[in-house]
């Protein structure tokens, strides 16, 4: 996967929708708060500034207690799954899940879904130990209701990690969250990677009962020691900022979605249209792979379909460029699976 | 540790002497250099930027590919230690080895070391599994020479982690390093929290032989995904500045050690003058606990020797707060002492 990405670095082709970075600069008040406290040189304490904390714990409706700050979504997942020695996944998954699991030396068991079925999983499936999901989804574009969470959670006895990093963009109606539920067992993620389009923020808390955050608290103690200051400052006021910026950011993605997804379809491909986060996950029905490295040749790039588990005749496109280069990817997709 | 912390953040006693966490504001260069690359929103490659990991190869003299950029040295040491089952200490030692060592459920072996031997250890030990060392030393101020890191070197036969966070904190010439001996199966690990002042950054490195960088690569990727790029470009600056931040602050601490060394010394304390670093390891003769609560109630902070292994009538007293109160503090540890 990384050499891929490697090789797209290089070659640099004109059109990028491979990995899950938006082209969207960050809001300017938010770059501008963190020059404001860019000379908070000290440490900040393990799990977070209480302003950050209180503020997260008030749009979540769950104590500060119950939260703790993290250096980015990934890192509360490797914290949450820190001596896990069974991961559950749901596949197609991203790409992350895996690697944490693999550094933990844990035993993976992935419950396969598919395009047919609408990404979820048939009715029989075992979850072994902790099962990590995530919705919207990365790459699928699923959402799950409230309904379908509490079936996951009738059918795990281990911990939920819930990977809401995509919470905020959704296509048709705010999605269900698993604190939503009497979140025993249960584990929310969250990133600012997305919504905010600041990955360099590195930033992410994760929402759980105290037992659960003190866990994490150990990991935290143990690796980053604190999250810098100055970043937790602008995360206030980004979270401040949630409610304009998700907006303004679900507007501007579901106008992707939409130009993407008729363009696409036109010419026959299978897919389903993502109700939220910002990819589709295509069939190009012949080697993913090298169906990516065709579209490469015309200055596209996409990840193929294996990175996300055994999806071999799948691709990964992520609608991080403008509209008009959307178009122009969507006609040479078109063009590559008629050649 | 982290109670008796706490205890001193709600309490804000006058004399802040127990963090390792310097007064000093960091080089205003270095903060209007972050403050420039703010909006470079964006993912940062995981084994950090080109430009950076050039800078610390140019440094160390070592290629590029032995280089990588870790969210703080602690970060360093728990990727470096990921899946190691038995871990060395040398006693005193900085609680965050510890830590690392808890976390991954390791075996830990300590060997013990004297005030009366100055911190060296005796010439009987083994050395199981990794071996961590830290010299300059935290909490003692002992500094390594060449001579005793090659006796490290042929007494361990795993991998030699080198904690060299104060190695531009030096009192009587530059100290040596674990890489000025044929690194094989060594790993140097630096901190930009100490010598720029700057914990916020959240910053280290790691150098190492490739195989060991690339584990620790999998480590960040698993976790952390990359350290931010806009602190990244700022410790390009660091770095160039290093040699003449570096002068500016040893100045300043010497300064400190002397005047504190004199003070502490006339009342009849037990001690090693620091050699590098900016604490006292201090033998108070009594129960360092109590010391400790005695001495807050006179308005100062500082660690007992619990917490750095089983150092029971120790105390350690970070250089933390400028001259004059230096100097107050030192007085009020011998009426401590005297009562």
Not at 146 to 162: D, P
Not at 301 to 312: A, C, H, I, L, T
Request: one cysteine or more; a neutral charge; charged letters at 30%.
């Amino acid at each position: 996967m990384y050499e891929l990405f490697d090789l797209y670095e290089k070659k640099k082709p004109e059109i990028r929708m491979d990995a899950g970075q938006l082209d969207i600069p960050p809001d300017s008040r938010i770059v501008e708060e963190l020059r404001k406290y860019m000379d908070e040189f000290k440490y900040a304490p393990t799990s977070g500034l209480e302003e950050l904390r209180g503020k997260i714990a008030e749009i979540h409706g769950v104590e500060a207690s119950e939260t703790v700050v993290v250096p980015g979504a990934k890192f509360g997942v490797a914290a949450l799954l820190h001596g896990v020695k069974d991961v559950t996944l749901i596949a197609p998954h991203w790409p992350g899940y895996r690697h944490i699991a693999e550094l933990n030396k844990a035993n993976l068991h992935v419950i396969r879904t598919s395009l047919e079925h609408g990404w979820m999983p048939d009715e029989e499936f075992e979850v072994k130990g902790a099962l990590v999901i995530n919705y919207p989804n990365n790459p699928t574009g699923v959402v799950a209701d409230k309904k379908f969470l509490e079936f996951l959670r009738e059918s795990t006895r281990g911990l939920i990690v819930s990977d809401e990093t995509y919470s905020d963009i959704y296509y048709d109606g705010k999605p269900a969250s698993i604190i939503d539920l009497t979140f025993e067992n249960c584990a929310l993620v969250y990133s600012f990677s997305k919504t905010f389009s600041f990955p360099a923020l590195r930033l992410g808390y994760v929402i759980a009962p105290r037992d659960v955050v003190k866990k994490v608290v150990e990991y935290i103690r143990a690796t980053v020691t604190c999250v810098s200051p100055f970043i937790q400052r602008a995360a206030i006021l980004a979270l401040e900022l949630k409610n304009e910026i998700g907006e303004k950011i679900r507007k501007t993605l579901h106008e992707r979605v939409k130009v993407f997804s008729s363009t696409l379809g036109s010419c026959g491909f299978r897919f389903l249209e993502p109700r939220g986060a910002f990819y589709f996950f295509i069939d190009v029905e012949e080697d993913g792979t090298v169906f990516s490295r065709r579209l490469l040749d015309k200055g596209v790039s996409v990840f193929p379909g294996e990175f996300f588990g055994k999806y071999r005749t799948f691709i990964r496109a992520s609608l991080t460029v403008p509209r008009e280069k959307l178009v122009k990817a969507a006609k040479l997709f078109c063009e590559v699976a008629r050649n």
